[in-house]
């Protein structure tokens, strides 16, 4: 068998026109309509490779049969369109016999995989033997078909793929770090799980990659088809298939698979579980997963080789501007006559409502106050299950005396490839990327002096709308009469919802260190008391800000 999609010695005959068969030496190849986009299989007779071919079946609306170990029924609805007569619909069928029983398998894979293509919206239906098995995947029992239906939606515009290829951190890193690890794509076969554009099977395939399975859920499978069949060299070892990973049957296991799995906080989108799913459905075993490993900083650790790691970092942070900010947003809420009405009942509700929004921008390093510490996510051995709820501990030692408002959390990822390790991170000071970072603001910020623990959790909890709930706490001893005494924490607590981000700057601004924030503190403190102000009354500070459309990554 030449490739997945193409089988020589056939031999075919349509049944339903009471034609001859075709004796052995036909070809049946499996592809895209240059025309619609569509699926076809073609059916072509040996030898006239040249001519149309003989028999196009359209797999949009076609079943397969099972006639015996080798041969099948393909049916499919067709149409004739004479001048000036009425359209004609018919069904036509088509006998194919293959060589052999594998090939015969590998034939009926081939035809529900490239009929998957144009299931959408009917995911978890395999055709098998002509009948449709009603199934629901992992997928569609633990997510809301609405937000899945959004969600693809997204992915599916080209405006939303160009923003993460523009993002040159990002597709450099992944760039860099196949090309430099040839080796370990040469000959392979490959996964792309989430292939969107298909940018990663491209460039697996320019690494040498046998044979690339690019499996894309959203409608941008049909654009990754264009540009795949655009890049001939390349795509010829490319296979588009429109589906979820979680669904797709693909005819061989992959050697690698590669992804870009990661959303703000690393696990935004919930897409970690179809890669983790992905390995287990789609990898041989001992395959490799690229990228394998991450973290940032302290203490530096090594993983085995093709581990896929992934880790979150975290820190407490020091920022009197956002904090204020923050609370003067919900200030309209203050308002005793807004065209007669007195808005105030609603201050509270509106107050907590902004402090429920994580903030995504690029903050300057040296507002965190401690060390940062991470989180470990183990790929290559973790259950899909263990990214439902993620549970950390939080321990740091404050650098400086200054108000802590929240933390800080970002992420690394590493390409631990055979020949060149090379991490991707989105760490503040870093250049930056499409994801930011991320920081959850306490209504209640914490007064801590230089050297003291400042403990808590952050326990990210996952719901059916692709996204986590974010329960943090932060807790500090308090310092003065009594503290000796010990016992007396000052406890901060958020609930904010991951999914309902609020995008703020698109770069760095130049902020002013915590130690810079304690000198200037008189005129950057409201007027009023600290109650006042964590009520949202300080005086109007207004930072100019950037709204970003960055939807989901
Ligand atoms: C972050 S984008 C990455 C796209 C592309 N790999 C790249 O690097 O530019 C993730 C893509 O995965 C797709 N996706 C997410 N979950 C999927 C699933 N369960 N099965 C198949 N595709 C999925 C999305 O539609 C989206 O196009």
Same mark, same amino acid.
């Given at each position: ?188 076969v490959v996964v792309d799980v989430g292939a969107g554009s298909g940018i990663l099977s491209l460039f697996a395939a320019q690494a040498g990659a046998r044979h690339v399975y690019a499996v894309e859920a959203s409608e941008m ?35 690698? %698979? =590669? *992804?870009? @799995?990661?959303?703000?906080? #690393?696990?935004?989108?919930? !897409?970690? $579980? ?5 390995? &287990? ?86 507002? %965190? =106050? *401690?060390? @940062?510490?991470?989180?470990? #996510?183990?790929?290559?051995? !973790?259950? $899909? ?5 993620? &549970? ?162």
């Open positions: 068998m030449a490739s997945p999609d193409l089988f020589p010695n056939v031999s075919f005959s349509d049944v339903s026109a009471g034609a001859a068969p075709v004796a052995d030496g036909a070809t049946a190849a499996f592809g895209v309509d240059a025309t619609s986009g569509g699926p076809r299989l073609s059916l072509v007779r040996a030898g006239k490779p040249e001519v149309e071919p003989t028999i196009e079946i359209d797999l949009s609306d076609a079943q397969i049969f099972k006639l015996g170990p080798k041969e099948w029924l393909c049916v499919s609805d067709e149409s004739e369109a004479k001048a000036g007569v009425d359209e004609k619909s018919f069904s036509r069928a088509v006998k194919v016999v293959l060589r052999t029983e594998a090939e015969s398998k590998a034939f009926s894979l081939a035809f529900q995989r490239w009929k998957q293509r144009v299931i959408s919206g009917k995911t978890g239906e395999l055709l098998e033997n002509g009948s449709i098995i009603a199934s629901r995947s992992k997928f569609d029992t633990k997510i809301e078909a609405s937000s899945a239906k959004m969600y693809f939606h997204y992915y599916g515009q080209l405006l939303h793929q160009q923003n993460m290829l523009q993002d040159f951190v990002r597709t450099g890193t992944y760039y860099a770090a196949v090309m430099e690890n040839r080796s370990d794509f040469e000959g392979r499978a049909e654009h990754a088809q264009r540009l795949i069949s655009g890049n001939p060299s390349l795509g010829q070892r490319i296979t588009v298939i429109k589906g979820k990973v979680e669904e797709v049957e693909l005819p061989e296991k992959a050697d690698i %698979l =590669i *992804s870009e @799995p990661m959303g703000t906080l #690393l696990v935004n989108e919930r !897409m970690l $579980e179809s890669y983790v799913i992905a390995r &287990d459905r789609l990898l041989a075993p001992n395959g490799k997963m690229f990228p394998t490993t991450g973290r940032t900083g302290f203490p530096f650790v090594k993983f085995s080789n093709f581990s896929y790691i992934l880790q979150i970092h975290m820190a407490p942070f020091s920022d009197e501007y956002l904090y204020v900010e923050m609370a003067n947003k919900a200030l309209f809420w203050q308002q005793h006559n807004f065209f007669g009405v007195d808005l105030t009942p609603l201050h509270g509700s509106a107050f907590q409502g902004y402090f429920s929004q994580p903030v995504v921008d690029a903050f300057d390093p040296r507002l %965190l =106050i *401690s060390p @940062p510490t991470y989180h470990t #996510l183990d790929f290559t051995n !973790m259950k $899909e299950e263990e990214l439902y709820e993620i &549970d950390i501990p939080l321990s740091f030692v404050a650098s400086v005396g200054t108000r802590v408002h929240g933390l800080a959390c970002w992420f690394d990822v590493l390409f631990n490839g055979s020949t060149v390790q090379r991490w991707l991170t989105t760490a503040p000071g870093s250049p930056t990327t499409h994801w930011y970072q991320l920081r959850c603001v306490l209504s209640q910020p914490l007064y801590v002096m230089a050297g003291q623990e400042i403990t808590g959790r952050l326990h990210l909890v996952a719901h059916s709308s692709q996204s986590y709930t974010i329960y943090l706490t932060m807790s500090a001893k308090m310092w003065g009469v009594g503290a000796e005494q010990g016992g007396i924490l000052q406890t901060s607590t958020g609930k904010l919802e991951l999914k309902e981000p609020y995008y703020r700057l698109s770069q760095p601004q130049s902020y002013m260190t915590s130690q810079d924030q304690q000198q200037q503190q008189p005129s950057l403190q409201p007027q009023g008391s600290e109650q006042q102000m964590q009520e949202g009354l300080s005086p109007g500070i207004t930072i100019d800000q950037v709204d970003q459309d960055c939807g989901l990554h």
